[in-house]
């Protein structure tokens, strides 16, 4: 049982869930903390009873908080690795085993769980979502993830001490992935069970997903800035004073430039793609992420294009639907122009 990787576990009103997670944990790790991020019901005692360590987080702050609260600990105590699970018993503690395995094999690495091998298990619109999201994340990160939405995973602590996390709620595991990769980390999966069960989940499809969104736009669009004018320049996420981060220090200008950026992606995409192809000329290997990966620039603004159409799409297939015309066009669609980057050229 190693003693230099420990089970971090945020969690908010799971008392129901938490016992049975901390002690399939405490199988395979030393070690189980647990945030209890301002829970009003029994979740700290239920945590505890069980065999974790507890952090009290005075009221609810969201995910993110709490996984920053809980790595800064583990980094205090001298662990050098996390694993991170959540509370509501959709990540099996049986599966930690393979992550410990693929640490030991690649120990400056990421590992993170993907539940895509069992696609029929996943709610076809939710599946949908976590394609395109991983196209837009993959590019973010400099390489394909297979699954950029599941939140078991487990962290070298030497690459959290890297990163300077800005975001709150869901939106912070998103933001790991890409700063990760775009600092130079490699980000390996291994496959899990696709649970998906009673328990309820805190996740906001709307909120969440739309606060997701914006800043995976916004951090791509600062990403390409820096690209589009440095030669060699892939792993942008390496000075202290990032401009990303220096945009997010003041959550008022971090708001309007995460609108604004939204609101423009599609003409900034084509103003990226004239400067991938024009000033490629007089900047060599400009965009290095792009030509190193193989994922040429025109079916990056191609596929940026369609995202429109892929609204209109869906709202075309939901009404032909409801009429009791079952069709399916969008899975199609998603799979044409948001498959996997790195396995085309131009």
Request: glycine share 6%; net charge neutral; proline share 3%.
């Amino acid at each position: 049982m190693p003693s230099d990787v420990c089970v971090v576990i945020p969690a908010y009103n799971a008392s129901s869930t938490i016992g049975n997670i901390v002690i399939g944990a405490l199988k395979h790790v030393s070690k189980v903390i647990v945030a209890d991020d301002g829970s009003t019901d029994n979740t700290a005692v239920a945590a505890s009873g069980a065999g974790a360590e507890i952090v009290i987080i005075d009221r609810n702050r969201g995910k993110g908080n709490a996984l920053t609260v809980l790595f800064q600990k583990t980094v205090d105590e001298g662990y050098d690795a996390v694993i991170s699970m959540d509370a509501d018993e959709q990540h099996d503690p049986e599966e930690i085993p393979k992550f410990l395995a693929a640490h030991i094999m690649h120990p400056d690495d990421i590992i993170s769980g993907s539940r895509m091998g069992e696609k029929e298990k996943i709610p076809r619109a939710r599946y949908n979502s976590m394609c395109i999201a991983r196209y837009y994340i993959s590019l973010a990160a400099n390489q394909f993830i297979e699954d950029t939405q599941c939140g078991f995973r487990l962290y070298p602590l030497s690459i959290i001490k890297k990163i300077r996390l800005k975001t709150e709620r869901f939106v912070t595991e998103t933001e790991l992935l890409m700063k990760a990769g775009d600092m130079g980390a490699d980000i390996r999966f291994v496959s899990i069970k696709t649970i998906y069960n009673e328990n309820g989940t805190h996740f906001k499809p709307v909120k969440d997903i739309v606060a997701i969104t914006a800043y995976v736009i916004s951090y791509i669009y600062v990403k390409w800035l820096i690209e589009g004018i440095t030669s060699n320049n892939s792993n942008t996420y390496l000075t202290q004073n990032h401009l990303r981060d220096l945009i997010g220090k003041n959550k008022t200008v971090d708001i309007f430039f995460q609108i604004f950026t939204v609101f423009t992606a599609l003409p900034a995409t084509v103003f990226f793609l004239l400067e991938y192809q024009f000033l490629g000329l007089f900047i060599p290997n400009n965009f290095a992420s792009i030509r190193e990966r193989g994922c040429g620039f025109s079916k990056i603004t191609l596929s940026t294009q369609t995202l429109p159409v892929l609204f209109i799409v869906a709202g075309i297939e939901k009404i032909m639907n409801v009429t009791g015309s079952k069709v399916n066009i969008l899975d199609g669609f998603i799979k044409r122009f948001f498959s996997n980057s790195w396995k085309d050229t131009e």
